[in-house]
C-alpha cells in the first residue's frame, strides 16, 4: 500500500526553524521526483521545493530560497525540508507529493502544519 506520513510540523516564533519529514511506503522515492508544497488558508496550493529525478537537481520557490533546504535519505525513503529563518507568511499546512509521477501524483499525505507567530 501507497502512503506518505509528514511529520515535524509545529508553533515557531518568527526567525525560528523547523524540519519537516516525509516518510514513504509502497514506491522507492529515490526512483521518484519528490515536490514539497504547502498550502495557507485561503490560498491556491503553492510548490516549495522539488527534488529532480534523475539528477537530483533540487528547486526552490523563490518566496523560501536561502531559507530552506530539500533533502533526501534513501536508505530512510524519507524527504527532509529544512526551514530557517521562518516568516508568519511561511505558515501552511506542508505536504510531500510525487508530482511528476502519473502512477503516485495522487498519493497525499495528511500534511503537517507550521505555524509562525509571536
Known amino acids: 500500500q501507497v502512503q506518505i506520513v509528514e511529520s515535524g510540523g509545529g508553533l515557531v516564533q518568527p526567525g525560528g526553524s523547523l524540519r519537516l519529514s516525509c516518510t514513504v511506503s509502497?514506491?522507492?522515492?529515490?526512483?521518484?521526483?519528490m515536490s514539497w508544497f504547502r498550502r495557507a488558508p485561503g490560498k491556491e496550493r503553492e510548490l516549495v521545493a522539488s527534488?529532480?529525478?534523475?539528477?537530483?537537481?533540487?528547486n526552490y520557490a523563490d518566496s523560501v530560497k536561502g531559507r530552506f533546504t530539500m533533502s533526501r535519505d534513501n536508505a530512510k525513503n524519507t524527504v527532509f525540508l529544512q526551514m530557517t529563518s521562518l516568516k508568519p507568511e511561511d505558515t501552511a499546512v506542508y505536504y510531500c507529493?510525487?508530482?511528476?509521477?502519473?502512477?503516485?501524483?495522487?498519493?497525499w499525505g495528511q500534511g503537517t502544519q507550521v505555524t509562525v507567530s509571536s
Open positions: 507529493n510525487a508530482d511528476r509521477s502519473a502512477q503516485y501524483r495522487d498519493v
Open positions: 509502497g514506491f522507492t522515492l529515490s526512483s521518484y521526483s
Open positions: 527534488i529532480v529525478f534523475p539528477g537530483g537537481v533540487i
